[in-house]
């Protein structure tokens, strides 16, 4: 690759992104880092070091390793219920030759909603006063109230990610599948494979990069994006029932002012940002390979 | 008899999806629906599923005058600020990172790897794990309550620089040398060759940032203090608190279907470019 030779100008064009980097990104990383060992009053006046006590704090509470608990398990859902529904529903979509591209600009609709947006209005469907799901919930004689039953508040806001992320992964199963050479299926039905026998050895093993890939991303989401839905359906509650990490370091900082322990926590959330980036990096190099 | 089969089969299959619609765009409608009924329609439930009369009423109301509960900010000033915000994201994250892309690519300078390594690192810091610091960074650049400060944290984007890097690899050198040969310097080829050609890349990944520039929701709810500022997204927040007290849903509706109005409406109309873009960027 030939290349042009100047000594300013390669700063001149690099350093706008650099400067938004280190002032936005880097620094506070590191500020957080920083915090992290320190007690500081809600006033940020005084402020002195603690080591690693506010880690030891953290990891001897019961309400943060239930606030990952659940926000594991809501991201194994979360995870499970996208990929399954979304690669069933687009192998249908593969499959038809009419209004597939109707089906197809309809179904990633709820990716142009934003979480928040997506929290209200499942909200709005589940509301135990004036909710359609509820009221045909009581039809059938199961009462609903999410505001009090903590484990009815998990599968509200389980069901909204669902929905909002279901789009994302479908788009990609779709490409995916019309990558797979039509000649490898024909080839497979010469050899007398039927319908499920041509999806699990020949489509499924094609699709595994593309599987892997949504898995990571769809936890991703799970763990960061789904603050919107979170504070605009049940902000944690009830009882913490739905306190996910990512809502917790926000109300622990914000709202209840412990800057030490939600600096604490944010460091904690980095290495885990840190392990699934490696995780997806891992998975382009594959990509790579297969090609 | 095949035939038969398969016929059936296709049948079967258009059920299946027409029922997955009608479930993933239910949200979507009963929200459009309540926005057009009044308050008293929506008191009791069961509660009607659909449109009622009130329609440009509510509208109306929400888009000029505003409501209590958003301490009475017309929903058009948050549509006019999450506009501006949604733009400055877009078109700041794109040109931070052309920029960027271009000097790892077509120069070799100190720290070059240094630089690289440094905007990878953005990729593993989104903004909500980085919440309370950027907000004390931006308070002291008194960027608070301000487009800036709502738009600067989010303007690194590692994302689109892979993607610009990974394109003007792909760019034969020959187009290098014979801009060189006809005494073009580095900016007349960044200018004349480089941004026309890379033209498709950038109206794919405007709307991608663009999209994800105006659902941003938790750092617009920290870098605001003024109703005047909020965004719409944002706005519903506030809505969201009050809900269960003051049953308000059809204005509720009505601002929520315009908060996600322009999205749906930019991914309808540019579906094939939103699909390239999303692909793309994720290589």
């Not at chain 1, 608990?69 to 529903?89: D, H, K, N, P, Y």
């Amino acid at each position: 690759m030939p290349i042009f030779r100047n000594r300013y100008l390669p700063y001149f064009f690099i350093a706008p992104q650099i400067i938004v980097t280190l002032l936005f990104f880097i620094w506070p990383a590191l500020t957080a880092f920083r915090q992290s060992f320190f007690l500081q009053d809600a006033f940020g006046l005084k402020h002195h070091f603690i080591g690693l006590k506010n880690y030891y704090f953290l990891l001897a509470s019961g309400s943060y390793w239930h606030s990952i608990l659940i926000t594991l398990l809501f991201s194994a859902v979360v995870a499970v219920f996208t990929l399954g529904l979304a690669l069933f529903i687009a192998t249908l979509v593969n499959r038809v030759v009419r209004f597939s591209t109707g089906y197809r600009v309809l179904l990633i609709l709820p990716y142009a909603v934003a979480p928040a947006i997506a929290g209200i209005l499942w909200r709005f469907l589940f509301n135990p006063a004036i909710g359609i799901c509820s009221y045909v919930l009581s039809l059938l004689g199961y009462h609903w109230n999410y505001l009090l039953n903590g484990k009815q508040a998990f599968i509200l806001i389980c069901i909204a990610a669902i929905w909002q992320q279901f789009s994302y992964n479908f788009l990609f199963f779709v490409a995916s599948l019309q990558a797979i050479p039509k000649s490898l299926l024909e080839a497979a039905s010469i050899d007398g494979a039927n319908v499920w026998q041509r999806f699990w050895h020949v489509i499924w093993p094609l699709l595994s990069p593309t599987t892997f890939f949504l898995l990571v991303i769809n936890v991703i989401y799970a763990f960061f994006d789904t603050f919107g839905i979170v504070q605009t359906v049940t902000q944690g509650g009830p009882a913490n029932a739905t306190n996910l990490v990512v809502y917790k370091v926000y109300s622990d900082g914000f709202l209840g002012m412990n800057y030490g322990s939600s600096a604490a926590q944010s460091v904690i959330l980095m290495l885990i940002v840190i392990f699934l980036t490696v995780l997806q990096f891992r998975y382009a190099e594959k990509k790579v390979h297969y090609q | 008899m095949i035939k038969h089969r398969s016929l059936l089969l296709t049948i079967g299959t258009h059920v299946i999806l027409v029922l997955w619609l009608f479930i993933m765009l239910f949200p979507i409608y009963l929200a459009l629906a309540t926005s057009s009924h009044n308050e008293q329609s929506l008191l009791h439930a069961p509660i009607p599923l659909s449109f009622g009369h009130h329609f440009l009423q509510n509208y109306k109301l929400v888009l000029f005058h505003g409501l209590n509960a958003l301490g009475g900010i017309p929903v058009w000033v948050m549509l006019k600020n999450s506009l501006i915000m949604a733009l400055l994201i877009a078109f700041g994250k794109i040109i931070v990172s052309i920029f960027a892309a271009y000097a790892i690519v077509y120069f070799r300078f100190p720290l070059r790897m240094f630089f690289f390594w440094l905007i990878f690192m953005t990729l593993m810091l989104p903004v909500e794990v980085r919440i309370v610091p950027t907000f004390q960074v931006v308070a002291e650049f008194h960027l608070i309550d301000s487009y800036w400060g709502l738009s600067l944290p989010l303007i690194a984007s590692a994302t689109a620089t892979f993607l610009f890097r990974q394109f003007f690899r792909t760019i034969p050198s020959e187009l290098l040398e014979a801009a060189r040969v006809d005494g073009a310097g580095p900016l007349r080829f960044f200018l004349d060759i480089l941004l026309p050609l890379s033209r498709t890349n950038i109206a794919a990944l405007f709307i991608i940032m663009f999209l994800y520039g105006w659902n941003q929701y938790l750092w617009p709810l920290l870098a605001t203090t003024t109703g005047d500022m909020s965004t719409i997204v944002m706005g519903m927040q506030r809505l969201a608190n009050i809900a269960d007290q003051i049953p308000q849903w059809n204005y509720i509706m009505a601002t929520a279907i315009l908060a996600l109005l322009p999205p749906v409406v930019i991914i309808i109309v540019l579906q094939k470019l939103f699909v390239r873009g999303l692909i793309d960027s994720e290589k």
